[in-house]
């Protein structure tokens, strides 16, 4: 085996707040009918990667049964497969993964029973279009131990990410984790190319209870052996917020000339497991603008600048607007909604208002995660007829009608059971 990809996606996104509730964040869904993760994996299969470790730990189930033998992926080959692989029990006890080398080194035998030349390490969180062997090739080219790959990111931007220094040959000096004050604008992608014996040297000669790739060992590696950045230039997006999961999602309704992430490239298709259903359905009334609609919704009123999850009912009268409906919602008739992510199976009653005052005031519970006017509604909720949304609110997964004591949500409220 030439290349083992290792996706990690363990993490529960912890700023995705209810849309990671009941999911871990690689399996939110994305762009309608997809889901996060398919975009490691379709890179993987478009570039010929067929053998993928896949680390999880948090709420597997929902990732589980999407991947299940990667069929859609065409990895259910006979020589090629794709692993699930989670924390396991031992002599030791049994650990949750801590820290993204931490996951690897716990599954450091089943890399060495796959001998692979190179280990490709992947976040499972993260929306963009790569070929890796494009990377690998540039790994090999510059007799690299490991290859990171880089995008360049405006400066003001730079501390939220790992930032790299790098010589005129792309060779990397210097790796900071968030500084707060950048000396450079290449943001580490998180996106790793290692050769196998030295990743696994690596792994455990440094010891941390919460080892990391970017705290621990990229650090004591560029010192020690020939690390290179590849630097990338097409669109990649960090989706770990409310704000950046909505803007990646509108920015697909673009008009064609302003779409920087291309989904209908013939040339490089994103998989996924697709649900069969009939094709979409629309009202003699319905009225729709810059929006994309999937298999199974039915829409009989108006949406605009909306991505609707298949199964998606919009009722007669209904506005939806800059917002994001995920699968097998109802918006009954007369509702207006603007700035939304409303998960999946829920029920917005008739006449409901949300998103709408000029109090933008943050969320109470949570002001780092919601602040802009997006309110965000978890699954299985039955929200009552006429009820008024105003802005940054948070409503919690399978609430039903009684609790909802007020007929309006104040701006900034949080309801939970």
């Known amino acids: 085996m030439e290349t083992l990809a290792l996706i990690l996606a363990g993490g529960r996104g912890s700023r995705l707040d209810i849309l990671s509730e009941k999911r871990v964040k690689p399996s939110v869904p994305f762009a309608g009918k997809f889901r996060i993760i398919d975009f490691a994996l379709s890179n993987c299969t478009n570039s010929g990667v067929y053998d993928i470790g896949i680390l999880t730990q948090y709420l597997p189930l929902s990732l589980n049964e999407h991947i299940g033998v990667g069929k859609p992926w065409d990895l259910d080959r006979r020589d090629n497969r794709v692993t699930l ?45 790569m070929d890796y062997k494009k990377v690998l090739d540039f790994h090999k080219e510059n007799n690299a131990d490991v290859t990171i790959t880089a995008k360049i990111v405006d400066l003001e931007e730079a501390t939220r990410f790992g930032i790299l220094e790098a010589d005129s040959n792309k060779k990397i000096v210097d790796f900071v984790e968030k500084p707060k004050e950048p000396k450079s604008n290449m943001a580490s992608m998180g996106i790793y190319i290692f050769n196998t014996d030295v990743l696994i040297e690596y792994l455990e000669k440094i010891v941390d209870p919460e080892l990391d790739f970017g705290k621990h060992i990229i650090p004591v590696l560029i010192n020690e052996k020939n690390v290179y950045a590849y630097e990338f230039y097409d669109y990649w997006k960090d989706v770990g917020t409310y704000d950046s999961y909505l803007e990646a999602n509108l920015d697909l309704t673009h008009t064609v000339d302003k779409i920087e992430l291309d989904m209908y490239d013939e040339n490089w298709k994103i998989y996924t497991r697709s649900e069969e259903r009939p094709g979409v359905k629309f009202g003699t009334k319905a009225k729709v603008t810059q929006s994309i609609v999937c298999n199974g919704s039915i829409v009989a009123g108006e949406i605009d600048k909306c991505v609707l999850s298949p199964g998606v009912i919009i009722k007669p009268g209904a506005k939806v607007r800059n917002s994001i409906i995920f699968n097998d919602t109802i918006i009954e008739e007369g509702c207006e909604i603007d700035g939304a992510i409303i998960d999946k199976d829920t029920v917005i009653g008739k006449n409901c208002k949300i998103g709408v005052g000029e109090d933008y005031k943050a969320n109470e519970d949570k002001p780092d995660v919601l602040s802009s006017g997006l309110n965000v509604i978890g699954k299985s909720v039955i929200v009552p007829e006429g009820t008024v949304i105003e802005r940054n609110c948070r409503i919690f997964s399978n609430l039903k009608e009684n609790s909802f004591v007020d007929k309006t949500i104040k701006s900034g409220s949080t309801i939970k059971k």
């Open 85 to 129: 692989l989670q924390p396991q029990q031992s002599l030791k006890g049994s650990n949750w993964y801590n820290g993204t080398a931490d996951a690897v080194l716990q599954n450091i035998e089943y890399i060495k029973r796959a001998n692979p030349k190179y280990v490709l390490i992947l976040s499972g969180d993260h929306i963009y279009k």
